[in-house]
């Protein structure tokens, strides 16, 4: 039964140190996905990957934020230094594209609930 | 820029009954619209995706449809469940900046009461 897998679940830190969530997609999957939900926002797209290049992180904050996939079974999003307004549930999705124009169904992960005192 | 609205923010109904969410969007050049279901604590499960070609997808007692030149969509669950207790999300997927991206709606929250 394949999934997404993300770890840790569950992180507590202060403000000012840095948190790295990992993502592990789907074997085979060649588009990765990081989503941030809030009950105030919702569920917004932070960033993309299509074979491990970036293909859009315009909704993330650039100057904390970094997000890579330093191979095709693991995707990094890191937050340094974190803030207590960054606490919300980070979700990772993957999904196969087999062609130009292909659109793909997302598998989300558990994600990984972020509190930043 | 594309705005996703779910109407009602919540919804409580005894089980069996029938029952409708709605999504609404504004823009309506989109490629597909998904229905997803989020249990608490968990992550999201696609439901169904209706093409923007399509007018309407079933997968059991699930029925969604498309009306894209009104910006509207709707899921139809019939004979509600306890199990059908959930989150459920509307998300479109278009073209903005350049990039395909996913526009989530804040979505309904189903309680089934047995």
């Known amino acids: 039964d394949a999934r997404v897998t993300q770890t840790p679940r569950h992180k507590v830190t202060e403000m000012g140190q840095e948190v790295t969530m990992r993502c592990q997609p789907i074997?085979?999957?060649?588009?990765v996905f990081w989503y941030r939900q809030t009950m105030m926002q919702g569920l917004e797209l932070l960033a993309y990957?299509?074979?491990?290049?970036?293909?859009?992180d315009s909704g993330m904050p650039k100057d904390r934020f970094s997000a890579e996939m330093p191979d095709a079974t693991l995707a990094t999003l890191k937050i340094q230094p974190s803030e207590p307004r960054d606490s919300a549930v980070y979700f990772c999705?993957?999904?196969?594209?087999?062609?130009?124009?292909?659109?793909?169904?997302?598998?989300f992960g558990p994600g990984t609930r972020l509190l930043v005192l | 820029k594309q705005e996703v609205t779910q109407i009602p923010a919540a919804l409580s109904v005894p089980e069996g009954e029938n029952l409708v969410l709605n999504c609404s969007f504004t823009?309506?050049?989109?490629?597909?619209l998904q229905w997803f279901r989020q249990d608490p604590g968990k992550g999201l499960t696609s439901l169904l995706l209706?093409?923007?070609?399509?007018r309407e997808q079933t997968s059991g007692r699930l029925n969604a449809s498309l009306d894209k030149s009104s910006g509207r969509s709707t899921l139809y669950i019939a004979a509600s469940q306890p199990g059908d207790s959930a989150t459920y999300l509307c998300?479109?997927?278009?073209?903005?900046?350049?990039?395909?991206?996913?526009?989530f709606g804040k979505g309904t929250k189903l309680t089934v009461n047995p």
């Open positions: 999705a993957s999904g196969l594209v087999r062609s130009a124009g292909d659109q793909e169904t997302q598998y």
């Open positions: 074997l085979g999957h060649n588009t």
């Open positions: 990957f299509r074979n491990r290049a970036p293909l859009d």
């Open positions: 823009d309506s050049a989109i490629y597909n």
């Open positions: 209706i093409q923007s070609s399509q």
């Open positions: 998300a479109v997927r278009g073209r903005e900046g350049g990039s395909e991206k996913l526009v």
